[in-house]
């Protein structure tokens, strides 16, 4: 009787011990993936947004059509940050502009914006500019760029280091190194 009584205590202790190792090892295990987390998103970032469209028609009358494949907002710094993304610009008078880059910031109070990467700004006519990146300054409605710009429309090709777009005045200045070539078509 004594071997059965020492017997069962000592099967309930090691029940016991194997029940503790398991409920460690599960306790263990559900926190093992918290820390293991991959932390993609910055503390600063208080909206992450895929497949982003946005329209905004801005005081000057001008419309505002932005598609991103992700869009980052940071409030306190009134900022979009936006991976390749495209905009639409539709003028007051219905002239459009499409601006295409791997990268860009939106200043959400200013509506200024910066893209960069493969830059490229269309005309509703099919004149091009591409660069590697562009300002968009909205009190002027201008686009500047301080890189190398390579303008094309129709049979001519004008590159030049600079460049200013008025928006406003329809008018282009490049401000170095201009050079152009022509091509009958």
Known sequence: ??????KKVFIIAILLVVLSVAAILAVGVRKAPEKAVLKVMSDRV?????????????????????TADMARYQKDENL????RLKVR???KDGRVFVMNGDRGRLNTKSHDMEIEGKVSVVSEHGERFTTERLHYLDAGNRIETDRLVVMESGSARVSGVGMILSLDEKKVTLLSQVRASSWEK
Not at 80 to 83: C, F, I, S, T
């Open 46 to 66: 208080d909206l992450q947004v895929k497949d982003v469209r946005f329209t905004d028609v801005g005081s000057s009358g001008m419309t505002w059509e932005i």
């Open 1 to 6: 009787m004594m071997k059965s009584k020492k």
């Open 89 to 91: 610009l539709v003028m």
């Open 80 to 83: 979009v940050l936006l991976e």
